[in-house]
């Protein structure tokens, strides 16, 4: 079946602009997760949804960050007034429910580059 | 917090041998253990997911451990293989959904 898809693949934005990241996960996964991976940083966590609502969302760096999710499915990333910083590779990923027993799926992530 | 650690960060080896990637983690109240493999430019693929009841994992030529009391896992590839070289992460999740990931080992297997 598919598996976790994301768009776009790339993106080069000028600093101080607004970008969205979408997340498309694998049907019927009701959690969905989004991690950035940055060469200084490794792999971070940055927010968790169960069905539409988002319980954890500890790992947003700053307000600039947002995400919601729509329908239990596709969840958009929006980073407003984009900084320098904000450049890594921004993966989603899904699992089947919530809890630490569940097996979590990556997409191909989007490899944000702000200029 | 939970910290998990790869050792080494970087391992070369001929093809046709055996290896094993270490992960170390602070937190022993782990739900379950991933490790994934990642390739250049691309996202992460699992490779096998350990739960906290369980003591080993296997793959086809990969073999992964948990040892919650010691806070250790390992990943055991047999007879590697060219197309096994990528970046292999593990990451520990602590019921709180989100999975802390180590550094990764980079994997080379020269033909």
């Known amino acids: 079946g598919a598996g976790v898809s994301q768009s776009p693949s790339n993106k080069v934005t000028e600093k101080g602009k607004d970008v969205e990241l979408r997340c498309d996960p694998i049907?019927?996964?009701?959690?969905l997760y989004w991690y950035r991976q940055s060469l200084g940083q490794g792999l971070e966590f940055l927010i968790y949804?169960?069905?539409?609502?988002?319980?954890?969302k500890s790992g947003l760096p700053s307000d600039r960050f947002s995400a919601e999710r729509t329908g239990g499915s596709v969840s958009t990333l929006t980073i407003q007034r984009t900084q320098q910083e904000d450049s890594a590779v921004y993966l989603c990923?899904?699992?089947?429910?919530?809890?630490?027993?569940?097996?979590?799926?990556f997409g191909p992530g989007t490899r944000l580059t702000v200029t | 917090k939970q910290e998990v650690t790869q050792i080494p960060a970087a391992l070369s080896v001929p093809e046709g041998e055996n290896l094993v990637l270490n992960c170390s983690f602070t937190?022993?109240?782990?739900?379950?253990l991933q490790w994934f493999r990642q390739d250049p430019g691309k996202g992460l693929t699992s490779l096998l997911l350990?739960?906290?009841?369980?003591r080993e994992q296997t793959s086809g030529r990969l073999n992964a451990s948990l040892d919650k009391s010691s806070g250790r896992s390992t990943l055991y590839i047999a007879a590697s293989q060219p197309g096994d070289s990528a970046t292999y992460l593990c990451?520990?999740?602590?019921?709180?959904?989100?999975?802390?990931f180590g550094t990764g080992t980079r994997l080379l297997v020269s033909p």
């Open positions: 949804f169960q069905g539409n609502s988002a319980p954890d």
């Open positions: 990923a899904s699992s089947l429910g919530a809890g630490g027993g569940y097996e979590q799926y």
């Open positions: 350990i739960q906290s009841s369980q």
């Open positions: 990451a520990g999740n602590t019921g709180f959904q989100k999975l802390v």
């Open positions: 049907s019927g996964h009701t959690a």
């Open positions: 937190d022993s109240a782990i739900y379950n």
